[in-house]
């Protein structure tokens, strides 16, 4: 049995070091992904985006909102229009991202204790640029308002100076885990467990590809001498995760401290965290391989997949908001649990017993898909591969 088990996994790793394609899914996925994900997304905040202002009031509480918005980190003033017709040319031509336009008697309005609006408009081909102008917007609104309110009340009654001295209602903003804000340290952690995922499914389904190609082509013979399917897919996954530990350890260690992304866990339990969505990860590519005919086929299922993969997983929709339905099919998806679990754990500091309620079902789906890995494999993969080849020795 052991002698068995050591033939499986010489074997696999001959298929790997002969198939540039599978060493294209364990190193170039892994380590160069994230890397230009990584780039994409940095810097993480837009700042100082070119804002117009159209100011129809011209009082010193106008200019006040200016100069206000001028000084804050994500927005920069760069002129004034006419109206809101050249301001919009102005937007049209990309020459600024955002128009604010103050009406007539907004200072009037102010000095009578009434409530004064003012319009922002922002051009929102980057979502970025338009949460920065609503942040600075947001701020220096109360900001202001607060100031006001306080002078209103000195004037009523003076001596409440000492008691009403500073902003009333004081707003203090601290992120949990993103401590920057930006969009890189929150959509790439769990982009890295999505590349996790897909490497182990693309590389095994390839690997099943390439079991039914001439082994002349690839140097690889799919079917064991003593074809035990169940010591065959064990040998495989020990291949698999021999490749893999380094690679592993770079994309959960190493790209976070790249790119100064929150790294607050243990990274021993993290890795004993990702050990049964790989497991479970290698179920479905061993599945798939019921599919995948060709090597080239396993492409397709990287786009159909990859796509699927990232919106079921509740980074770009919160799993709370999705129907039972799809809530469900979001729950077979290993990533989606190691993106949970991982993202408390590196981002937040959680322990490994902490994220117990997504640990238990990354275990149980790894058992899940190896059952149906091994039905696969035992009544779809191996039939076909004696069919090809009758000298094979029978199924066990």
Not at 322 to 340: H, N, Q, R, Y
Request: with cysteine; hydrophobic share 50%; aromatic share 12%.
């Amino acid at each position: 049995m052991i002698k068995q088990l050591f033939d499986v996994y010489c074997r696999e790793f001959k298929l790997v070091l002969h198939d540039p394609g599978i060493i294209l899914f364990f190193i170039f996925l892994p380590l160069v992904y994230p890397i230009i994900y990584s780039l994409i997304y940095n810097p993480e905040q837009v700042r100082d985006v070119k804002m117009v202002v159209v100011d129809n009031d011209r009082s010193s509480i106008s200019r006040e909102l200016v100069r206000n918005l001028d000084a804050t980190q994500e927005a920069r003033v760069i002129g004034y229009a006419a109206d809101l017709n050249e301001a919009r040319h102005a937007m049209a031509d990309k020459k600024c991202f955002s128009i604010l336009e103050i009406p007539d008697g907004f200072g009037r309005k102010i000095g009578r204790g009434e409530q004064a609006n003012a319009a922002l408009y922002c051009e929102a081909s980057l979502l970025l640029r338009y949460r920065g102008f609503l942040m600075a917007a947001t701020n220096v609104s109360q900001a202001m308002g607060a100031e006001i309110l306080t002078e209103k009340i000195d004037r009523i009654l003076p001596l409440a100076e000492t008691i009403t001295d500073g902003d009333l209602m004081p707003i203090e903003y601290r992120p949990m885990g993103n401590i920057q804000s930006g969009f890189d340290s929150f959509i790439m952690p769990g982009v890295l467990i999505l590349i996790l995922q897909q490497c182990i499914i693309l590389a095994a389904g390839m690997a099943g590809g390439a079991k039914r190609e001439n082994p002349r082509l690839t140097g690889y013979q799919g079917v064991n001498e003593m074809p035990s399917v169940a010591m065959t897919m064990l040998g495989q996954m020990l291949c698999y995760g021999t490749i893999l530990i380094l690679p592993v350890i770079y994309l959960v260690h190493y790209v976070p401290l790249m790119f100064s992304f929150p790294m607050e866990g243990n990274l021993w339990e993290i890795l004993i965290f990702l050990l049964p969505m790989c497991i479970a990860s290698c179920g479905i590519g061993f599945m798939f391989q019921g599919i995948v005919w060709e090597r080239e086929s396993v492409f397709v299922l990287w786009v159909v997949t990859s796509i699927t993969f990232l919106f079921l997983s509740g980074l770009t929709w919160p799993r709370y908001a999705m129907s039972a339905g799809w809530k469900f099919i979001s729950d077979c998806v290993p990533a989606t649990w190691g993106l949970e679990g991982f993202i408390k754990m590196n981002t937040n500091g959680a322990t490994l017993s902490q994220v117990r309620s997504c640990y238990i079902p990354l275990w149980i789906l790894s058992a899940i898909y190896m059952v149906g890995a091994y039905c696969v494999q035992r009544w779809i993969v191996r039939p076909t591969l004696f069919h090809q080849d009758p000298a094979l020795p029978t199924v066990k």
